[in-house]
């Protein structure tokens, strides 16, 4: 008995070892190809991914707000209020209709750092509607 309750808790073990390397998910040092962002007044959740440089993102974005958001991915920082001078440092921007789910892609910024994304709908920014995307390689 006492060596079958030896194994059984190596195996239990084990499988527990197994299941918590597998839920890692989206915080690997490499990065994820898919990331999701659920907008509302006036934030992103989450606010922060991690994808790798140079690489295809699948993108969800999911607005549960009761306006238009979007999803604007900056070469620098941007100095509120978003303007049209800010236009040529935007890498990809997607909108997206109050209550509804889209799926967009854009290639992830081949330089390794830290990238601002905003909402550049008037007063959304303002009032903290923004994140950071790390480019890792």
Same mark, same amino acid.
């Given at each position: 008995?006492?060596?079958?309750?030896?194994?059984? *808790?190596?195996?239990?073990?084990?499988?527990?070892?197994?299941? =918590?390397?597998?839920? /890692?998910?989206?915080?690997? /040092?490499?990065? /994820?190809?898919?990331?999701? =962002?659920?907008? /509302?007044?006036?934030?992103?959740? #989450?606010?922060?991914?991690?994808? #790798?440089?140079?690489?295809?993102?699948?993108?969800?974005?999911? &607005?549960?707000? $009761?306006?238009?958001?979007?999803?604007?991915?900056?070469?620098? %920082?941007?100095? %509120? #209020?978003?303007?049209? *001078? &800010?236009? #040529? &440092?935007?890498?990809?921007?997607?909108?997206?209709? *109050?209550?509804? $789910? &889209?799926?967009?892609?854009?290639? *992830? %910024?081949?330089? =390794?750092?830290?990238?601002?994304?905003?909402?550049?709908? %008037?007063?959304?920014?303002? =009032?903290?509607?923004?994140?950071?995307?790390?480019?890792?390689?």
């Amino acid at each position: 008995m006492g060596k079958k309750f030896g194994i059984l *808790a190596i195996l239990v073990l084990l499988g527990s070892l197994f299941v =918590a390397a597998c839920s /890692s998910g989206g915080s690997s /040092s490499s990065g /994820s190809t898919s990331i999701q =962002a659920t907008m /509302s007044e006036f934030s992103y959740t #989450p606010n922060t991914w991690t994808v #790798p440089a140079g690489q295809k993102i699948t993108l969800t974005l999911v &607005n549960k707000g $009761t306006v238009e958001h979007d999803w604007v991915l900056m070469k620098e %920082p941007v100095t %509120p #209020p978003f303007s049209s *001078a &800010n236009q #040529p &440092n935007v890498i990809f921007s997607a909108k997206i209709a *109050a209550g509804a $789910t &889209n799926v967009v892609s854009f290639t *992830a %910024p081949s330089a =390794a750092g830290e990238y601002e994304v905003v909402c550049d709908v %008037p007063g959304h920014l303002e =009032a903290g509607m923004s994140g950071k995307l790390t480019v890792v390689q």
